[in-house]
């Protein structure tokens, strides 16, 4: 039996979003979290964790509200204001060298201190907007999971089929698609080496912004894994929520959170997937 995780994104970051991702992992198919432990609503998420004995991870986070760290210690990584920089401005400072690798190291470390400190021993690490796919951020999680004694990661062994499968308009849309699929493949290698040996989802299946929360996708993701050897993990992202006004300040995908919510918790997603032979696991289960 194909075993699959459906990991929901953002566990904290709003009152809305937590409400939103805890009802799907008590009443839909979602059965894995990450906790983003800088935002203000952490603590309301670690609470209905520990209640419900939920399998949360640490969404690492970079690119929103402030860090964890005094800003004063972590100086690549904030504005004047001590908040993050964006995610589009994180990444232009990544790409010219002005993101501290040091910084990145503490500020990571001290996220998964502050989620012990909280209750919570993370089943695993993944980032926020993705930042892993960036090997500097890569190389940093992976010796932060090492030290932290955290071995489990999202990552792929094989390209992504949003990207594999996706076509772009731009040059610039198709050189993301490119470095986004060799990225994934050098990862899923490069962190199963026996010198980190971090446990990973074998393959994780992405899905396109615009479609990612209709039911149709997610039946079309579920034929795709179905064609895959049963000795697979495979890890769906999703990011369900209620939308508050918190959410609106914090995010630019807002409203289709209550489309992957609804459709989390469909009985038709939750009978299709024992049909096609699939069991839903989370990383405290590899």
């Avoid at 992992?25 to 203000?40: A, C, R």
């Avoid at 940093?140 to 990661?153: H, S, Y």
């Avoid at 914090?250 to 939750?270: C, I, T």
Wanted: charged fraction near 25%; proline fraction near 4%; glycine fraction near 8%.
């Amino acid at each position: 039996m194909r075993r699959l995780i459906v990991n929901a994104d953002d566990f904290g970051m709003t009152p809305g979003v937590t409400k939103g991702i805890a009802e799907c992992m008590s009443g839909g198919i979602v059965s894995s979290t990450t906790l983003m432990v800088n935002m203000p609503s952490a603590p309301d998420a670690v609470g209905l964790a520990r209640e419900r004995e939920l399998a949360v991870g640490v969404h690492l986070n970079l690119t929103t509200g402030r860090p964890v760290s005094p800003p004063g210690t972590v100086r690549s990584l904030v504005q004047a204001d001590g908040s993050f920089h964006s995610h589009a401005e994180f990444i232009h400072r990544l790409v010219h060298l002005k993101i501290s690798m040091g910084d990145m190291y503490r500020e990571f470390s001290a996220q998964i201190e502050a989620a012990r400190r909280m209750g919570i021993e993370p089943t695993h690490l993944d980032t926020h907007h993705h930042l892993q796919l960036w090997l500097p951020v890569a190389w940093v999680l992976l010796r932060v999971g090492r030290r932290c004694g955290i071995r489990k990661t999202r990552t792929t062994r094989t390209t992504d089929m949003a990207v594999r499968r996706g076509w772009s308009r731009t040059l610039r849309g198709w050189t993301k698609r490119r470095y986004k699929a060799v990225t994934a493949a050098l990862l899923g290698v490069w962190f199963r080496m026996p010198s980190w040996r971090m446990e990973a989802s074998a393959f994780r299946v992405g899905q396109a912004m615009d479609a990612r929360s209709g039911l149709e996708e997610w039946l079309r993701l579920i034929g795709q894994i179905e064609k895959l050897s049963a000795s697979d993990i495979v890890e769906v992202p999703c990011h369900p929520g209620y939308v508050d006004d918190e959410l609106r300040r914090h995010a630019k995908y807002v409203e289709g959170r209550e489309q992957e919510q609804a459709v989390l918790e469909s009985e038709e997603l939750k009978t299709a997937l024992p049909r096609a032979g699939i069991r839903l696991i989370s990383f405290r289960d590899l």
